[in-house]
Structure formats: structure tokens, C-alpha cells
């Protein structure tokens, strides 16, 4: 079992869209996928599941701050064919109250997740836009590898990228976790506009092969899709939106699968 955060302190940079959609092409490549929304926002939860994230009995507020529970107890399946623990606002101060030195702030999620070692080939976690917090330490603390999100069009993509990826190695060495980056994955991506080249070249620049080659398109029909609920390929699997997301998640495998033969 891979655990995958997809993470960038940055708010609408395709984390959720990212996450959903990735799980949804590696189930149909038979893969056994948990996501684990770690948003209070409750992004990938409302798509995965397709219900309001109110509606579910536990969430990862639950998981995190109730030791006797057991994270069977919070996986929902959902229609994308993906395992869910789903949240909702709730979480958010039911985590936030976790006392500053107890154990559950940093390996809560670590700890839980070893029950299901057996179960899923890939977790994928889905972290809020934060830099820190306990919810995105309990990402990195229990995390193999992490995805760096970055939007292709903003000139201000790679603004803190440097901060993001110290803070995360910060908390790496302070967890003990053996987190790495995994690889920078260039969402909204319009290289037909000056601006779009440009901005592309810079991330090249600056993570060199770290870049997936495969990137996200800016596509109408990955915006439709995230409005009714649904994975893209769900939508329209002949949409570029479902391409690149389904090339994406080749190239995560084989990421991990070289990765996984050099150690
Ligand atoms: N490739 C794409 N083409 C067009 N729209 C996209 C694409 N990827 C994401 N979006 C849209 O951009 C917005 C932000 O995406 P998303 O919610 O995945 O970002 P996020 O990083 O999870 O945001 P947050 O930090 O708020 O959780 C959404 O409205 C989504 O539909
Ligand atoms: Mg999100």
C-alpha cells in the first residue's frame, strides 16, 4: 500500500479535482484505491460520494480525535468504485482541539492506517490549502510520497513553492516520516497563451524532472463534472480531461513502481 498526499498550500490549484480523478482511473485499471479527504471543505467527499458530507456518521474528525475508533468504521464505498473517509466542517475543530504535544496531532493517521495495509494498493489523500496545521502534519507523518499540484496559468505558480517544500521537509525530519516528493503535476495547463508558455517554462525550470510529463488541460468538462458531482471520465471519457488524467495516473504508477526498485 502507497500513501500519496496531494498537497500544495495554495487554495484551487486542482488538489481535489487531482485526487478524485486520479482514484477514479486507477480503480478502473483494478486497483484498490482509498481516499482520504482531509479537507473540511469537504471537496472530494461531496464527489466521491456524491452526498452531502454532512450526511456521514464518521468522518476523519472522528478518526483523528476518537483513539477507540476504527477507520473501518469510517470508510464509505462510493459510485466511482473507490473507498472514501469522508469530512466535513466538523472536523475541523475537532482536530484543531487535539492538545499541541499529543501523539494523535502528528501519527493519528499513521497509526490507524497500518490496519488497512492489506486492503488498498493507493491511498490518495486530499489536503486543505494549509502550510501547517495538524491535519496536513498527520498528511506528511503517514505519506510514502506527496504531489505537488501547480497551476499551469498563474504567474504566481511557483510564488512559496520553496516554503511549501521546506515546511514539508521540516516536518518530515520532526515525524520521522520517509515522505518525497513524488512529482510536480501542471493542472489548468493553456499553452496556446504567451502567458501559459511562459509559465510552463518556468516550473520546468524550476523542478527540472520532477515535472510529470503528463499534464492537466485546462478542459470545460473537468469544471462540468466537479459541478454535478461526478469524475471526469464518468462525464465524458472521451474528453481531454479524462486523457490526461488517465495518462497522469501511468505515469504515477510507474513513478512509484521505479521508485519502488531503486530503494
Ligand atoms: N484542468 C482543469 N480545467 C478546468 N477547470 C479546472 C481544472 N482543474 C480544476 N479546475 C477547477 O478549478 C477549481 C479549483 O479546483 P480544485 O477544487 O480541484 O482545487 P483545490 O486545490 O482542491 O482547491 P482548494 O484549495 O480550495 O481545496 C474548481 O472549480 C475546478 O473545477
Ligand atoms: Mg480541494
Redesign the pocket.
Known amino acids: 500500500m502507497k500513501i500519496i498526499s496531494f498537497a500544495?498550500y495554495k487554495?484551487?490549484?486542482?488538489?481535489?479535482?487531482s485526487v478524485v480523478n486520479t482514484a477514479r482511473v486507477l480503480a478502473e485499471k483494478n486497483k484498490k484505491v482509498l481516499v482520504i479527504d482531509l479537507?473540511p471543505?469537504g471537496?472530494s467527499t461531496l464527489t466521491l460520494s456524491r452526498s452531502n458530507p454532512f450526511e456521514h456518521e464518521k468522518t476523519v474528525g472522528d478518526l483523528l480525535s476518537d483513539k477507540d475508533l476504527s477507520i473501518r468504521d469510517c470508510l464509505v464505498e462510493t459510485p466511482c468504485g473507490v473507498d472514501l473517509i469522508p469530512t466535513n466542517l466538523h472536523s475541523y475543530p475537532l482536530v484543531s482541539s487535539l492538545p499541541a504535544n499529543s501523539a494523535k496531532r502528528i501519527y493519528g493517521l499513521k497509526n490507524k492506517l497500518n490496519d488497512l495495509q492489506e486492503d488498498y494498493d493507493y491511498v490518495l489523500v486530499d489536503c486543505p490549502?494549509q502550510i501547517e496545521g495538524a491535519l496536513i502534519t498527520n498528511a506528511i507523518a503517514a505519506s510514502d510520497y506527496y504531489v505537488l499540484?501547480i497551476e499551469g496559468e498563474s504567474v504566481y505558480a511557483l510564488q512559496g513553492v520553496d516554503h511549501l517544500i521546506q515546511a514539508i521537509d521540516l516536518i518530515r525530519e520532526d515525524s520521522g516520516s520517509g515522505i518525497r516528493l513524488l512529482g510536480a503535476l501542471v493542472?489548468?495547463v493553456d499553452t496556446r497563451t504567451k502567458a501559459g508558455q511562459m509559465v510552463m517554462e518556468a516550473i520546468n525550470r524550476y523542478f527540472k524532472d520532477m515535472v510529470f510529463k503528463a499534464v492537466?488541460?485546462?478542459?470545460?468538462t473537468?469544471?462540468k463534472a466537479?459541478l454535478s458531482n461526478k469524475c471526469v471520465c464518468d462525464l465524458d471519457p472521451k474528453s481531454s480531461?479524462c486523457a490526461d488524467y488517465r495518462a497522469f495516473a501511468q505515469e504515477l504508477v510507474s513513478r512509484i513502481d521505479t521508485e519502488i526498485k531503486n530503494k
Not at 492537466?216 to 470545460?220: A, G, K, L
Request: aromatic share 0%.
Open positions: 500544495n487554495g484551487g490549484v486542482g488538489k481535489t479535482t479537507d471543505q471537496n490549502p499540484p493542472t489548468m492537466i488541460r485546462r478542459n470545460t473537468i469544471n466537479n480531461g
